[in-house]
């Protein structure tokens, strides 16, 4: 089956679907057109943020003027599925970001450990970019970025 390139996952529609700015286990991860594109069936952390951007240069000139030349999840996303896009919308798995009563939010150092992990089902064919994050800059990863793993069933 061949892919739309017009339905993509959106995490704005994720949220509006499931009411929540945190997806948990048995929750739907919708498409831009509100169709179910995966399933969370398992989760060891819970804490995945559906608010950031993909990085990209013009966010690491914008926050630590480094961006020529570093690596990024947007050129790497598009790499992978040899297509270019000049914006994604991640979900971006492990990722902790507090959101504060003031309304205000950080990322804050990963809730995972090694080995953690989430296990989502696919309900419609589909292209998946999987980018580890490469921003060892800020709290993100710890200060420091490590390879993940994917295992496709």
């Known amino acids: ?4 390139d017009a339905e993509f996952l959106s995490p704005g529609v994720t949220i509006d679907c499931n009411a929540s700015l945190r997806i948990r286990v048995g929750d739907l991860l919708y498409s831009n057109k509100y169709r179910p594109m995966l399933r969370v069936l398992y989760d060891d952390v ?8 993909c ?4 966010m690491y000139d914008f926050f630590y003027h480094n961006g020529k030349g570093h690596p990024n ?7 992978a599925l040899g297509k270019t896009r000049p914006n994604l919308l991640p979900v971006n798995l492990f990722m902790h970001t507090r959101i504060n009563a003031d309304g205000s939010i950080e990322v804050c150092e ?11 089902e696919a309900l419609e064919d589909m292209d998946l970019g999987i980018a580890a994050c490469s921003v060892s800059e800020s709290a993100c990863n710890g200060g420091a970025c490590t390879a993940v793993a994917v295992k496709v069933e």
């Open 1 to 4: 089956m061949q892919c739309d």
């Open 46 to 53: 819970g804490e995945h943020d559906l608010l950031h951007p």
């Open 55 to 58: 990085c990209r240069p013009e």
């Open 73 to 79: 999840c947007l050129d790497n996303i598009n790499k």
């Open 110 to 120: 990963p809730l995972s450990e090694a080995n953690d992990k989430i296990v989502l």
